[in-house]
């Protein structure tokens, strides 16, 4: 018998809840739009994404009075105003640490490219020295072909045209180009 009461008092909480949201809730909305976009517009917030707050503080709301109580002494432009002053406080929250976190990236790219560019003149002669002086070592080890190939290919000869000028075959001028990857990998890895 309880139970049967319990259903009862279920369904016709639903019921009553199912009426209140399709007929007084739409109402209510209406009567609050003027009130919430009077005090959404400020200028700290983006007219365009005013709206977007509206939107919010209606969904809140929905949300709200389906457990809200009408008949407390509170009155519910008080709990409005305070949805509001919420969803406005985590928009400026959200915005300024947008901001901040933008400053500290724009901060770190400044700081790093500074760097870079202090760095690289110096750093890329000793290294283009460095470089240099081991090639020099590894080209002693190679013949006088395979020399004169690779001093061809430093000037941006094509394979082709070291083949013409040393009148040699392509095959041969490949060979030499192969042999010399091999001989200077070798002795780089040493």
């Known amino acids: 018998m309880l139970e049967q009461n319990n259903n009862d008092f279920t369904s016709l909480k639903n019921s009553a ?7 007084e809730l739409p109402k ?26 509206c939107q919010e503080v209606l969904i809140k709301l929905y949300q709200a009075f389906k457990h809200f109580d009408f ?38 790219f400044i700081v790093s490219y500074n760097n870079n560019k202090m760095e690289h003149p110096i750093d890329k002669h000793i290294l283009a020295i460095e470089v240099g002086e081991h ?17 061809y290919l430093l000037k941006d000869y094509k394979p082709k045209e070291i083949a013409q000028l040393l009148k040699l075959e392509k095959k041969v001028v490949y060979n030499a180009i192969h042999r010399c990857k091999i001989k200077l990998r070798h002795h780089i890895d040493e």
């Open 28 to 53: 209510i909305f209406t009567t609050l739009m003027p009130l919430i976009r009077r005090r959404l517009k400020h200028f700290s917030i983006h007219p365009n994404d005013q709206e977007d707050l």
């Open 135 to 151: 090639i020099q070592q590894c080209m002693l080890k190679l013949t006088k072909l395979e020399r004169m190939v690779i001093i």
């Open 71 to 108: 008949k407390d002494t509170t009155p519910i432009e008080h709990y409005v105003n305070r949805v509001i002053k919420n969803v406005k406080n985590d928009y400026i929250r959200k915005k300024f640490y947008g901001y901040e976190i933008q400053t500290l990236l724009i901060n770190e």
């Open 17 to 23: 809840q199912i009426t209140f949201e399709k007929q």
